[in-house]
């Protein structure tokens, strides 16, 4: 039997050869629109079109949250967990009470290119292409809250860059979060080639990884749970993905070859794509095979952990968790009790994630480290920072005590 390493090894091999033979230096993004009225099924937009945004009625107030993937990945993962997917689900839940539009930005054929200095660049290209759309469109860039996940935080960045020359040193985006923004080959470069606090009216960064992620401050806010360098708890081990769908693999395997169906959905859904050549389709099918899916879930799932740790903080705190953080200038000193927060209360304390605009203007104004613990399970957040758990009202405590008495009372002889 050959071992999942060695099998994980062939297969990046193979798709190493697809993206040789299918290099691409020039891509068009597309925009992905999700709103309360089409949670499931997306209006598709190339970043050129100018006219099919300011047709919809329901995107034009609405609040407009941008998800940018990172390096290697697509807008919609089949092939292993799909974040995306969940993010906006998570904003789109019907706990959100915002009227909220979600964008999630297609660059696959700029973020899966082998050379990762190419991505960077395409990345560039990526935020260009939003830029213009959003100039194009006249969206208002105080409605845009770019969350960006590896590659992609920096992508957010460049697209706010590229939107403020471009509209002559005006305005920039909004908000701006960095998803343990990537760090391969971009620490301790300057500011302008990366995600920075100049890039937005707000930026906060959560960081989750000293191998893939970005150690330096990048943000007005820059949290790091578990001390942020490859400590969160969970990650120590491999583990097991279970596979819900036994019954389904011999399908599955078939529709490699005949795909018909699969075929159909897609052009009915994605009419305003373009249709994927050959070496595209191949690559897709390949990353169907369940077999092989679970071994790429597992090798991934187990290398970057705690990279892809902060979009699961992430999601978690939309509806779930309150992210209580603490301003410190160390992990050891977070750990030792020895932080200096001179405003900590508990409204107005640093929240880690969605809420983080949330948090004391003092705060959002700095350039400091916020430091917090979290768990090993979903939704990783202790329990006393759950949104859902509330505290008991201790009149209602007593008063139900008291009722207990009286009928103890009454049945007494």
């Known amino acids: 039997m050959v071992r999942p390493f060695l099998l994980f090894i062939y297969l990046v091999k193979i798709f190493i050869l697809i993206q040789k033979l299918n290099g691409t230096t020039e891509y068009d993004t597309y925009f992905h629109v999700f709103s309360k009225q089409n949670i499931d099924k997306p209006i598709s937009i190339i970043w050129t079109d100018k006219t099919k945004w300011l047709k919809i009625k329901s995107f034009q107030n609405c609040s407009i949250k941008l998800i940018a993937h990172g390096y290697a990945e697509r807008w919609n993962m089949d092939w292993r967990w799909d974040w995306v997917n969940d993010m906006k689900n998570e904003f789109l839940n019907n706990k959100t009470k915002e009227n909220i539009c979600v964008i999630a930005i297609d660059w696959e054929k700029g973020a899966r290119e082998i050379n990762f200095i190419t991505a960077v660049a395409n990345a560039d290209i990526a935020g260009e292409h939003l830029a213009e759309f959003i100039q194009n469109n006249y969206i208002n860039p105080k409605r845009l809250h770019c969350i960006g996940f590896s590659l992609g935080a920096h992508l957010c960045g460049f697209a706010s860059n590229n939107y403020y020359i471009i509209t002559k040193k005006q305005t920039r985006f909004a908000h701006i979060t960095g998803l343990d923004p990537s760090g391969p080959l971009l620490r301790k470069a300057s500011i302008d080639k990366r995600l920075s606090l100049d890039d937005a009216d707000f930026v906060d960064c959560i960081h989750t990884s000293s191998t893939f992620g970005l150690q330096e401050k990048s943000g007005h806010m820059d949290f790091f749970p578990d001390g942020g360098k490859s400590n969160a708890k969970g990650c120590e081990k491999f583990i097991v993905i279970k596979d819900k769908d036994e019954i389904e693999t011999n399908i599955r395997i ?28 191949i690559r897709d099918r390949i990353g169907r095979i369940r077999s092989l899916k679970k ?29 209580r953080a603490k301003l410190c200038s160390t992990w050891l000193n977070y750990l030792s009790k020895t932080c200096n927060d001179p405003i900590d209360n508990d409204l107005t304390y640093p929240r880690m994630g969605f809420h983080a605009d949330k948090s004391d203007s003092i705060y959002r104004r700095g350039n400091n480290s916020y430091y917090l613990k979290t768990t090993p399970k979903k939704p990783y957040c202790l329990p006393s920072s759950s949104s859902s758990t509330t505290e008991k009202n201790p009149k209602t405590r007593t008063s139900v005590r008291s009722k207990l008495k009286k009928k103890l009372t009454k049945l007494r002889p």
Do not use: M, W
């Not at 597992?298 to 309150?322: D, F, K, V």
């Open 254 to 281: 078939k529709r490699f070859l005949f795909n018909r169906k699969q075929k159909q959905e897609s052009s009915t859904n994605d009419n305003d794509l373009p249709e994927k050549n050959f070496i595209g389709i």
């Open 295 to 323: 071994v790429f879930l597992n090798i991934h799932a187990y290398i970057g952990c705690n990279h892809l740790r902060s979009p699961h903080y992430y999601i978690s705190s939309i509806n779930q968790c309150n992210f």
